[in-house]
């Protein structure tokens, strides 16, 4: 099975030219696999205005961002959204139940990563951001390291054959910052070969113009 069709990808906009969050991976997974999209970036207060009427009118039962409109309906929540493309596609979920494990729990670990990281910037709670620094970051690094060297040829998770998992950990990675990755060679090498993609300046970068009211955007 494929995908027909355009695919809508719906995040927030950018709090910060850099930063990506977690339309990041489903956006390199599209990019990746040349598949149509449009990708809808909405500000905070009015995403807020249309989630009930999202859930009012039986589109999703739980509307939160990313989402995507695949066919016509409303998917929501990263990780299965991930799932459901990898699986439409054939690809980047593993070839076997052991490697789609693999890819499952790896992409579980970056998600939460990206949570930890997520609560830095939205909240100002300085015991989370202190762990975060302390703990938190140099475990998740240490984790994602542990995960790719089990691979011995590189450079993602599965080999030379991408992941989901793959295209989170760039992005948490991506937003993260100035990470010094020198001692962590495995997830430099990963992250390195996904910012070398002809595609990846367009998930980094992605265009202002492109922010709509999202009525406009289910048009
Ligand atoms: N587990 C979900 C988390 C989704 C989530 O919490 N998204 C946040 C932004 S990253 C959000 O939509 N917040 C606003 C809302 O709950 O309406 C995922 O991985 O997509």
């Known amino acids: 099975m494929t995908i027909t069709g355009k695919v809508k990808l719906h995040y927030f906009a950018k709090l910060d030219v850099s930063k990506i969050g977690r339309r990041g991976p489903v956006q390199f997974l599209l990019e990746d696999a ?21 859930v009012a009118s039986d589109r999703t039962p739980y509307a939160v961002l990313p989402c995507i409109e695949l066919e016509g309906k ?12 990898s699986q439409r596609l054939g690809k980047y979920a593993g070839n076997n139940a052991e ?29 989370h951001n202190k762990k975060y620094v ?3 970051l140099p475990g998740y690094l240490d984790a ?34 100035n990470l010094q990755l020198d001692g ?16 990846a300046k367009t998930v980094l970068s992605s265009d202002d113009k492109l922010l709509l009211p999202y009525n406009a955007a289910r048009k």
């Not at 409303?74 to 493309?85: A, F, K, N, W």
């Not at 390291?145 to 991408?162: A, C, D, H, T, V």
């Open 144 to 177: 994602a390291e542990r995960f790719l060297s089990l691979n011995k040829q590189g450079p993602y998770l599965l080999g030379e054959e991408l992941s989901y998992g793959d295209f989170i950990l760039a992005s948490v990675v991506n937003d993260n910052g």
């Open 134 to 136: 302390d703990v938190l």
């Open 34 to 54: 040349g598949i149509p999209y449009e990708l809808y970036l909405h500000q905070i207060g009015e995403w807020f205005a249309q989630k009930a009427e999202l």
């Open 99 to 127: 490697e789609a494990h693999l890819v499952d729990t790896f992409s579980d670990m970056a998600n939460d990563w990206f949570g930890a990281w997520g609560r830095t910037v939205f909240e100002s709670d300085e015991v």
């Open 184 to 199: 962590h060679p495995h997830v430099k090498a990963a992250v390195e070969a996904i910012f070398a993609k002809p595609y």
């Open 74 to 85: 409303v998917h929501v929540q990263s990780q299965p959204i991930l799932r459901l493309l």
